[in-house]
């Protein structure tokens, strides 16, 4: 036996000093006074009966002495901090903490994580995942745990922690309101998990994902030691992959749509389309009603493939327009991914424009206006003509009226006097030259005209040529008087004077002049996918730009710059957009999932490293019994309550 603090001669120094001093105070002790009774034998016995037990209580006190000395040594060699084989002292050294360690733990919220699977959507099945991951880690308190939700963007839910109760609650906090509508941005993630996993002992990033996006690269995998924990099994899947609608080409009120179907079963699948039209609906509950169905459409889904085709002649009222598909419901093949079978499109919200024909009774102008739906036609006589005011275009032919009030004017046959200058008279023109680019030209070839005579016109600086003879003499130009707040287009031949009327360009010609005076550049709304950093032109005026979405709306940054505003969603939809100083004035956006890599739901064929639980921590507490020390001091506790129940019980006393 060996001691670890005070040496041998002082503990004997000290058990001599202490002990001495005991035995001292059993050798001296207080004699009883002397005290005279009046009556002797009363005290006789009590006297024979003392003397008879002298020798006794001299061996009861010497009994006490040795418990005081045991308990006077045990102390003192406590001091001394004995070591025994296989025991411990005072100097017991805990064994070395558990390693350190620190798990990015990563969960996918992306779209695909709504797939259907068992009756739960992924999402489900991923939390599961994740807090496994937690409890795995939880012994080890120097293993550290930081939770990041990871869909357009990647968001810290934690900071480096090992509570595990935070960090069961951080995971229960991804996406509380299901996947987003949004596709995986797994190059940020992985910029996160470098940046947060530089320079720490034992990092690793943990992804638990169905791994619906493009393969990582194996070396940007390595340089953050990923580690996939994966969830979600292989599954059929339609959705719409493209959806579009623009002004029919006659510019009535009519629509053309483009669509592209794509389906990812493995055999050929029938389904239906559905087109709906809301001019109020925000989100998918707003459209889909049977009583808002504006036509069905049976398609025939390859397997593994798409079908796209444009809709002609489609009607409907208002600008927002849905289109759904479904499998047909005698197909047991089942959809487990329903988020990306709506799609949302925009149209403007088409004017009917208000023209007069003023003109001596031109029929073939007037027939060519009747017929469209998007022109509410008043004719009248020269005489009757009054002004351009209350009339969006007016088109004047073969008379000589007053244009020099603001307004857009269709000059057909122009006369002397008026705002085109006519120098003379071309017989049997032939087009030979114009502009194809021109938005007038569109679709038009001016061919068999057989124009008896044309007005010689003056041409002034800002002129369009549209249509020209060889000599350059125009036949059909655009004129803009930025000054005059006028604007014309001339055609510089009497329509009765040639064949044009029976070509198939004469009503082309005038769908596209009205088209010119009113352009609607917004014939096309390309939809904007959900969780994009969008870059828009904003006509409203304004800089507090304010956005309502659909009910379910999650995110919504917007903020304008200069004449642009710039928005970022997670949910699809169609989003408005308005200012305080728009009198009520909206800007609609439809927003669209059509992600590729989010639709096909079924796993890549890509293996990534597999997590694995790291091995279990035990931590070693010390025994309390392990050091002699304190063996020793519960002896001499265990002496003292020996002494103070023999002395309570006058047996050393």
Request: with cysteine.
């Amino acid at each position: 036996m060996s001691f670890a603090g005070l040496g041998t001669s002082e503990l004997w120094t000290l058990f001599a000093a202490f002990g001495g001093a005991m035995v001292l105070l059993y050798v001296l002790r207080l004699r009883r006074r002397r005290v005279e009774v009046p009556f002797t034998p009363l005290w006789a016995r009590v006297v024979e009966e003392k003397q008879s037990s002298s020798l006794f209580r001299r061996l009861k006190r010497i009994l006490s002495l040795l418990v005081q000395l045991a308990i006077i040594g045990l102390i003192v060699v406590a001091l001394g901090d004995p070591k025994l084989g296989g025991l411990a002292g005072c100097g017991y050294q805990a064994p070395a903490p558990p390693p350190e360690r620190h798990t990015l733990l990563m969960i996918d919220a992306s779209a695909s994580m709504a797939t259907i699977e068992r009756g739960e959507p992924r999402l489900e099945a991923a939390r599961r995942a994740a807090h496994e991951v937690v409890d795995q880690v939880a012994p080890n308190p120097n293993h550290r745990v930081m939770v990041v939700q990871v869909d357009a963007t990647t968001r810290p839910l934690t900071l480096w922690s090992s509570d595990a109760k935070a960090l069961h609650a951080a995971i229960d906090a991804v996406a509380p309101q299901g996947a987003l509508d949004t596709p995986t941005n797994v190059d940020d993630a992985l910029r996160l998990a470098a940046s947060a996993l530089r320079d720490r002992e034992g990092a690793e990033a943990v992804f638990v994902t169905d791994r619906a996006f493009t393969p990582i690269p194996e070396a940007r995998a390595a340089a953050v030691h990923l580690r996939v924990v994966p969830v979600g099994a292989a599954g059929a899947n339609i959705g719409v992959a493209a959806f579009n609608v623009r002004p029919y080409l006659d510019d009535s009120l009519t629509y053309a749509i483009f669509y592209r179907v794509r389906s990812d079963a493995d055999h050929p699948l029938k389904a239906t389309l559905f087109l709906y039209a809301n001019d109020d609906g925000r989100g998918v509950d707003d459209f889909v009603d049977p009583a808002r169905v504006v036509g069905s459409y049976a398609l025939e889904l390859p397997a593994n493939g798409s079908v796209e085709a444009v809709i002609d002649a489609v009607k409907f009222s208002g600008s927002r327009l849905a289109a759904r598909v479904r499998i047909d419901p005698a197909d047991p093949t089942r959809d487990v991914f329903p988020r990306d079978d709506v799609a949302f499109a925009l149209v403007p919200e088409r004017k009917v424009l208000k023209v007069q024909l003023v003109s001596a009774g031109d029929l073939f102008l007037n027939a060519a206006l009747l017929v469209r739906e998007n022109v509410d036609l008043v004719t009248k006589t020269p005489a009757e003509y009054a002004g351009p005011e209350g009339f969006d275009v007016t088109i004047v032919a073969g008379a000589a009226v007053d244009m020099s009030r603001p307004g857009n004017y269709f000059i057909v046959d122009p006369q002397p006097g008026g705002p085109v200058e006519i120098t003379g008279e071309l017989a049997e023109p032939q087009v030979a030259r114009g502009d194809r680019k021109h938005p007038i030209a569109r679709h038009l070839a001016f061919v068999d005209l057989n124009i008896q005579k044309a007005a010689k016109v003056t041409r002034e600086r800002g002129d369009e040529v549209v249509a020209a003879t060889a000599a350059g003499a125009p036949l059909l130009f655009t004129r803009t008087d930025a000054a005059g707040g006028r604007r014309f287009v001339v055609l510089a031949f009497d329509l009765r004077q040639s064949l044009l009327p029976m070509n198939y360009a004469f009503p082309l010609l005038v769908v596209n002049v009205l088209s010119w005076f009113h352009q609607e550049s917004a014939g096309l709304l390309q939809p904007n996918r959900a969780g994009a950093e969008l870059s828009l032109a904003f006509p409203l005026p304004g800089r507090q730009v304010t956005a309502v979405g659909p009910a379910d709306a999650g995110r919504i940054d917007v903020r304008r710059v200069g004449d642009r505003v710039h928005l970022a969603v997670d949910r699809v939809g169609v989003y408005t957009l308005t200012t305080d100083d728009a009198d009520g004035a909206t800007f609609p956006v439809a927003i669209n999932l059509t992600d590729a890599a989010e639709s096909r739901v079924s796993p890549q064929e890509v293996t990534y490293p597999s997590w694995e639980p790291p091995a279990p921590v035990v931590l070693d507490d010390d025994p309390w019994l392990s050091s002699v020390w304190r063996i020793l001091l519960l002896a001499a506790l265990g002496l003292v309550l020996v002494e103070w129940l023999t002395w309570n019980r006058r047996v050393t006393v």
